[in-house]
Nanobody, 123 residues
Framework: VQLQASGGGSVQAGGSLRLSCAASGGTSSSSAVGWFRQAPGQEREFVAA????????WIADSMKGRFTISRDNAKNTVYLQMNSLKPEDTAVYYC?????????????????WGKGTLVTVSS
């Protein structure tokens, strides 16, 4: 499974961005896609995830109410809508896929990773 993240950029605090994660190459072997992020000097953290089948979603507590995740199965694409962005949301955002959903979500549970996309939020 290959994953391509896009949609990052620079935005002012309070603004919005939508990230996309396009999956290819045998997407049927993955059951869910997640978003993680890594800020400078910090560990990578879970942001959100969604199952291809059924659309079950998970959002990190600190992002509930601001971030939503959705998918378009026909396009094999997962979206992360980020609203009310804060400077502390600045990070490289990665999408990853897993063969089997394991909670709590962590790096170790993901089988495939895409390259990250940088999100910069200025105050």
């Amino acid at each position: 499974v290959q994953l391509q993240a896009s949609g990052g950029g620079s935005v002012q605090a309070g603004g919005s961005l939508r990230l996309s994660c396009a999956a290819s190459g045998g997407t049927s072997s993955s059951s869910a896609v997640g978003w993680f992020r890594q800020a400078p000097g910090q560990e990578r953290e879970f942001v959100a995830a969604i199952k291809w089948s059924g659309g079950n979603t998970w959002i990190a507590d600190s992002m509930k109410g601001r971030f939503t995740i959705s998918r378009d199965n026909a396009k094999n694409t997962v979206y992360l809508q980020m609203n009310s962005l804060k400077p502390e949301d600045t990070a490289v955002y990665y999408c990853a896929a897993t063969k089997r959903v394991t909670t709590p979500w962590s790096d170790y549970g993901m089988d495939y990773w895409g390259k990250g996309t940088l999100v910069t939020v200025s105050s």
